[in-house]
């Protein structure tokens, strides 16, 4: 697997599972009904943020992460990413290499820590894969995100001191 800068040219690759990940309501904060030009403004960063893409030996796209500064001015120096794999790669160690690379990018690129602001407490599997790449669960906003079908449950705060 080789993670390298997304360019124009992958959004076409990268669209149906944003689409897809962004419909279900069950990840992200953001309108289930996104549109492409939204979702593509959202997630391809000009730098100094970076978007990438994770592609196997055939150039196919198995997931992407999008890194930049988490706020401006005297909080620029805390970091943050989001991360999405394609559901029919999944288990592969994409979100992994993806969570890595963003570490690296952010410790290379003068940050003094990441914060994600918003991990939904029942996406169990990015909560696991987040602690065992050295993240804590800072607090939990209590019914901060509604979940399709399970109600409200609560929103993570995670963070990594580098």
Do not use: C
Request: no cysteine; charged share 20%; hydrophobic share 45%.
């Amino acid at each position: 697997m080789l993670i390298r800068e997304a360019t124009a040219a992958d959004w076409p690759a990268i669209w149906p599972f944003f689409r897809a990940i962004v419909a279900a309501g069950e990840t992200y904060s953001y309108p289930r009904d996104l549109d492409e030009p939204a979702g593509r403004a959202m997630w391809m960063l000009e730098p100094p943020s970076r978007t990438v893409v994770a592609v196997d030996g055939d150039g196919t796209v198995l997931g992407s992460a999008k890194m930049n500064a988490n706020h401006l001015g005297g909080a620029a120096h805390i970091a943050s990413a989001s991360f999405m794999v394609d559901p029919a790669h999944s288990g592969r160690g994409v979100g992994r290499a993806l969570g890595e690379y963003a570490l690296d990018w952010a410790r290379a690129t003068g940050f003094r820590a990441m914060q994600f602001n918003a991990v939904v407490e029942t996406n169990t599997r990015a909560v696991a894969l987040w602690k065992s790449l050295g993240f804590e669960i800072m607090t939990t906003l209590p019914e901060g995100f509604l979940h399709p079908t399970k109600g409200y449950v609560g929103l993570h705060i995670m963070y990594q001191r580098f």
